[in-house]
């Protein structure tokens, strides 16, 4: 066949750094057998003897293909894009993972909002995988119970005057009824979401973020996640990796519109709206109004203005939620603190 001997042994052996395919087709030749078996035995004696260094290839290609590295690195998560070694401590002990591959690329994002507005696919899942991850760690031992979620439905609107203490008071009544809430903040500003609802140990859980900095826009991202919890159920379980992230698109039997709908007609219905619009420039009377219907004024606000297209008039009458969400302490997110200690802490005020 003219073959070295030192190229036969290596090829033989599995140590030659590549495939010599004249000395390969040679041999199958000689002993009558598809090149195919030579090439499967090489490669099967290769990937044992370097299955250490193939992981790494594999985890490095998952990092690649599921983060935007770059943006990480502008927000101070990783110092670079190059060490990969250094990418991976950094994604692992933020989420508390175990592995890489425990990060969800299953769940189905939709990269634009209402009104076409981009999303970076990578980020929007990043913050998927931030609130499953939080969801996921706080472990609610709650029954779900759909009959007592109606039941006290009816007066959760309320807590919505309570500006300092009112959102947590409804995620604490919602988590003994088996229904996780949590709030994680939009790290990035070319996030378009509101919410997710999640099928976490055939529970639901939603997490809200600060779509748009507005008080009023937590309650209604809220109630438009409930909606989805008492009428979507079946089809969030069935949905590609158990969610659904709301992002003013509908997806597959979900629709977007019924759960908004919902979500307006609870806080304050078409007809407390028409009793209060010829008189909405009168803040006293719109706060006597609202109050009386056990909403806080500034959702009323909110909704007349987004029935007229147009928040630039009564902006700031909506007010800054960021007196709601000191309790839950945004900036550990922010500065990426581990997500097993937030829990740690949320689990605490939650309880």
């Given at each position: ?89 950094k994604i692992l002990d933020f989420f508390g993972y175990n592995s890489v591959f425990q990060y969800r690329s299953d769940i189905s994002v939709p990269v634009y909002s209402k009104g076409k507005i981009t999303s970076n696919e990578k980020s929007l899942k990043f913050w998927v995988n931030m609130a499953y991850a939080t969801i996921e760690k706080t472990s609610n031992p709650n029954e779900y119970d759909r009959h007592g979620l109606v039941k006290i439905f009816p007066t959760l609107r309320a807590y919505s005057i309570n ?189």
């Open positions: 066949m003219e073959v070295e001997a030192k190229s036969f042994d290596s090829f033989i052996e599995g140590t030659a750094t590549k495939i010599d395919f004249l000395t390969l087709i040679k041999l199958a030749t000689f002993l009558e057998l598809a090149p195919s078996v030579f090439i499967d035995k090489f490669l099967s004696k290769v990937t044992d003897e370097n299955s250490a260094l193939i992981e790494k290839t594999k985890v490095r290609n998952h990092i690649v293909k599921h983060f935007d590295l770059e943006v990480l690195r502008k927000s101070g998560f990783i110092d670079t894009v190059n060490d990969f070694d250094h990418i991976e401590k500006v300092e203490h009112g959102l947590l008071q409804v995620f604490k009544i919602l988590f003994k009824l088996g229904i996780t809430v949590v709030f994680v903040p939009k790290l990035y500003k070319d996030l378009h979401i509101r919410a997710a609802t999640f099928c976490v140990n055939d529970k639901p859980c939603i997490a809200l973020t600060n779509y748009r900095d507005y008080y009023p826009t937590l309650w209604f991202s809220l109630f438009h996640e409930l909606y989805h919890v008492l009428y979507d159920w079946n089809e969030v379980m069935a949905a590609e990796g158990g969610a659904h992230v709301s992002a003013g698109m509908s997806t597959g039997d979900i629709d977007e519109e019924s759960a908004n709908a919902f979500a307006a007609r609870y806080l304050f219905d078409d007809e407390k709206m028409e009793m209060v619009e010829p008189f909405i420039n009168d803040p006293a009377y719109v706060a006597k109004v609202a109050r009386g219907y056990n909403v806080h004024e500034s959702i009323v606000y909110a909704l007349y203005s987004y029935k007229h297209s147009g928040f630039g008039k009564f902006n700031k009458f909506l007010i800054d939620p960021a007196a709601t969400l000191e309790i839950f302490e945004p900036q550990k997110y922010e500065k990426y603190e581990p997500i097993p200690q937030i829990v740690k802490r949320n689990k605490q005020i939650i309880n």
